[in-house]
């Protein structure tokens, strides 16, 4: 077995303990009170109660996102529908709508969806491209031939190459469904909007308002449990299929004949109606009847800081996702795998959950910086570390073994290897891992409104403080810029991923 | 010592600046609110500036971080102007109030807070259990009537809003007039409220104050029978009543006001019934404290007499319709007094027991549905 | 052996998991010559090539490149420092480097010359700015050969190298790669699992069984005198038939052998080609054609002997005999006697 670089490990082990440094606060704040506290706010009938129901709801969206996504994304990359990047395209950019804006959305439109419903249909809207995406990607690489085979045995209706398919490219899905999973976890804005009552809210009202960081805490070390359950349950369900991807890629894709064109096409349209079209029409009506209280410029600064703060966040965690993606991707050994699920662990916790604990680690450890950018963007790192990492293993697993052996045989180091082939091999994969930093840090909120510097205003700060008094006319712009700016770093991920 | 007479003399003025404009700032956004019949009666807030000898804004200049828990929109005017008057520089981190005392009590002494502006006692409370304040000067006290601060001087009320029973005409004739005819089985299922509202939940710590715990949580167990519906914010729930999906809300007096305002009187059918002498009637406070450790005392202090001052009152009534804690100041046009409404007396301090409050709720199952 | 060795392989052991996956490996790979390692699918041929460009080491014994230790129980020389060239079995050209780029890979920057020299040699001038993706599989391979010829290493390893290659391609690409190996004088090692292709295009060959040495000889020593059946059966067709010893010599089904043996029973070894059909009883041993095969320039017989043996012969056309046919069958070469 090669050893990885040192220069691969050292930062590696560096950006896994950003990631799990708010464990420590969790656990000094829930051990404030004794281990018998502990285990009587875990062991009450309402905790489990909640579990039961953030799992319910956690799978039910992760399940129909599958649904959703595994046709479209088989539509998009394999059939012989018109216009298909631009399909593709569409059908990611749901992801630069907030949930919180999704949400408010639907239920100012009708009420009468609060609860389970509405958690439901504007979680799946707002998650389903974490599904959709892996999965075009691994619908790209996927071996024609298997696909040809069915077509000669006479199974070539769409929807038995769309089940075919999905058996291939288990583990994208299982990966896509876990993102989303952890994302319905820690989801805040979608369920209080909603009023479900979800762990993530309970979480959120012990702090902002029952000044009680022990039970929230404790909550949310069951989070992180849950997702630690769910990292080994993605394992199990990932298997060993990758072999079917073909090694050699695919110069284009085969498009397969769609039988009921009509049918795919209102398929995909239905989708980019409810999860896309809606919610932008909510908010144009909004701006087009009420006009916009700030002038251009408080808005201008406000999107100049969205774009500074999750613009270093990019580059920050690109740099520590980097030697963690590579040795993950790369050098896959068990060591290297527990360093890539480190980062995963935190994931489940609610934003607010990892704003207080570098609130408390940044005026013990990091008081310099605290309340100035840098700690801003560590808090960044922490949250979307998973998910560039996530992106650049994807990536650099693509790599041929036989890339680097060659490479070592031809004299180059392991530090020579990364340089001149891992890296420039893996330049889309960083742009894409790049924009998904950028557009999830321009969504985030309970992050920047504890750390931000003090009157740094970004779009979801001020979007936040106008929709927590409903105050449509002065969050329309807001809402507006915040889903026309966030879907560039979406349509740019969402081209390579 | 010249000198220092000279600077006194010049801060004297520069406080007395401050109140004029302050009045002007007042005015213009009443003018901004375009003529609307509530702007004619009103009487201008008065110009008199406090005559205290020891004015703490004499000594102070700088700057200020303050974490205010005060939305933008309402109190950044009053902030900038107050930079201009005094000269002390303001930097202000806003937020919601529970999550600043947060901020505040997992920062502890390295908080880089210099005051703490909140929307409710409560989260003052909080944070001046945890020993994070220092007193606020006698004469910033005096000006607001004892109810209507902490006990142990730690902060003062900058301004109040009664709870109220939003009620929609439409579909309720008599409106409930105390808490306890909210039990009656006839608003089953139609009253709205918000859980995880500060306010509600320092009405339920007033509960608990003044009723004790026992008969609190039967209040509660028998509120939860009757199928309240929840809400996220106080907004939401007087926009649901204001459509007829609840008959009623539990809310505070002036969400009716901004609704008015933000549509016009024709376009809202809601209105508000005041519970005199019930504790749901409960007036709760803005307020602001200031934090032990700044690094500028006198800019707190500063800060602090200048939210009480009768401008920045007036400023407070005519902005955000909430009552004044001054004594002579009126309420905004058509509002009881203060004393009409009898709020229940309690300390406001207690309000801060509000984990304990939590606590109840999550057992009788209120807090989230 | 008449030209100095380039790499000793010796007593090289390797365990993968507590499961031991090459015993007891010992050969010697002269200079200027192709070695084939020549075994079956999963008996540990990658394994030991891996060994030898250092991607692994051998649980025990010993590697050395010109004389010099490699790999050992306590030494351990990087792949990157060996200068051991290696071409993958799908060529693992570089998708972001040109073809150009990629055979300048291992070389020093600025030698144009080399590259082009390369470039000439695999006729590939005009698709120097290709990228890999634009070319067929045998272009890639040639480029992968190139690639690791540029540095003029010691050694090159091809491994299974036109394996992925279609079977009209794979003949003349398998001429033109040792072409180019003969023509820059190279010393090769070449992994296969095709014993035709071992045969014809290397000068020595190791026969690695069950993750031992088989046989290391020469392409002919290992085809007409075969250390095992197991060998023999593997190079080329062999009919193994039981025989007795006595007084030093083996009788089998078809005639006798002398034998030094002292076991009591050993197998003869009688390729097809030396099985000829007599016309009478006393020139050969009677059996019953059981199948035919027709190649066009011969055939081949599967004669059911008396003692229930099956042998294969192969003849000339004209004397393929029908099925069910009793025919005399008789060996025209003395049979090869193993011990197992």
Known sequence: MTRPPLALVLPGLLAALTSIAPLAYLFDIASDRGLDFVWDEIWQQRTIELVARSLFLAASVSIVSVFISVPAAWLVTRGDIPFRSGWRVLLALPLAIPSYLAAFAWISWRPSLAGFTGAFVVLTLVTYPYVFLPVCAALSRLNPAIEEIAVIHGRGRSLQLILLAARQVRGSIATGALLVALYVLSDFGAVATMRYDAFTWVIYSSYRSGFNPSRAAILAIVLVLIALALLFGEKILRGQNESLLSARSVDANPRHRVSIKPVAIAFLSTIIVFALAFPIWRVVTWVYRYGSEDSMADIATALWHSVFFSGLAALATIQLALPIGILAGRYPSRSTTLLEQSTYVTHALPGIVIAISMVFLGVRLLEPIYLRTPLLVIAYVALFLPVAVGSIRSAAEQIPDSLDEVSRSLGLSQWGIVRRVTLPLLAPGLLSAGALVVLAGMKELPATMLLRPTGSETLATRLWTYTSVSDYAGAGPYALAIIVFVSIPTAIASRRL | ?369 | MTNTSILSVESVCKEFRRQQVLTDISFEVPERAITAILGPSGEGKTTLLRLIAGFDRPTSGTLALRGKVVSSIDVHLPPEQRGVGIVPQDGALFPHLTVEENIAFGLPRNQYARVDEMLTLIGMTSQRNSRPAQLSGGQQQRVSLARALAPSPELILLDEPFSALDANMRASMRDEVTAIIRKTESTAIIVTHDQEEAMSISDRVVVLLSGTVAQFGSPQEIYENPRSSHVARFIGDANLLSAIVDKGRAFHAIGSSPCSSSAQRVIALVRPEHIRLAHDPQHGHAGVVESRSYFGHDGTLEIRLATGEIVTARLPISELADIGSTVFVASIETATILEN
Request: charged letters at 20%; proline letters at 5%.
């Open chain 2, 1 to 369: 010592m010249p000198l220092t007479r000279s600077l006194k003399t010049k801060a004297r003025r520069k406080a007395a600046l401050a109140m004029a404009s302050l009045t002007t700032l007042a005015l213009l956004s009443l003018a901004a609110c375009g003529g609307s019949e509530t702007s004619e009666n009103t009487q201008p807030a008065s110009t008199t500036a406090t005559s205290d000898a020891n004015d703490p804004c004499e000594t102070a200049s700088g700057s200020l971080t303050v974490y205010s828990g005060r939305s933008e929109k309402l109190v950044a005017d009053l902030f900038s102007q107050f930079s201009t008057d005094t000269d002390i520089d303001v930097e202000v981190r806003y937020g919601d109030s529970g999550e600043l005392a947060g901020q505040i009590l997992t920062e502890g002494n390295a908080t880089p807070a210099d005051v703490f502006f909140s929307q409710d006692a409560g989260a003052l409370g909080a944070v001046s259990e945890a020993g994070l304040f220092i007193e606020l000067e006698d004469s910033i006290l005096n000006r607001v009537a004892a109810m209507y601060r902490s006990e142990s001087n730690n902060w003062v009320g900058t301004s109040g809003r009664a709870r109220v029973v939003l009620f929609n005409p439409t579909l309720v004739a008599t409106p409930p007039t105390s808490i306890d005819e909210l039990l009656d089985p006839q608003w089953k299922g139609k009253i709205g409220f918000a859980p995880t509202n500060a306010s509600w939940q320092s009405f339920v710590t007033a509960l608990r104050v003044l009723r004790g715990e026992d008969d609190a949580r039967t209040w509660l167990e028998a509120f939860d029978a009757n199928k309240p519906v929840a809400y996220e914010k106080n907004g939401a729930v007087r926009d649901a009543v204001n459509a007829g999906e609840v008959a009623l809300g539990l809310v505070n007096h002036y969400y009716l006001y901004e609704k008015i305002a933000a549509e016009g009187a024709e376009n809202v059918v809601a209105q508000n019934q005041y519970l005199p002498g019930d504790i749901g009637g409960l007036v709760n406070v803005a307020g602001i404290g200031a934090l032990e450790n700044s690094d500028n005392p006198e800019g707190s202090q500063c800060l602090a007499s200048y939210l009480v001052s009768d401008s920045a009152q007036g400023f407070f009534v005519e902005k955000s319709f909430e009552y004044p804690l001054v004594d002579g100041l009126a309420p905004f046009d058509g509002l009881p007094t203060l004393e009409e409404l009898d709020p229940p007396s309690i300390d406001l301090s207690d309000l801060q027991s509000i984990a304990e409050t939590q606590e109840l709720l999550n057992d009788v199952g209120l807090l989230s549905l």
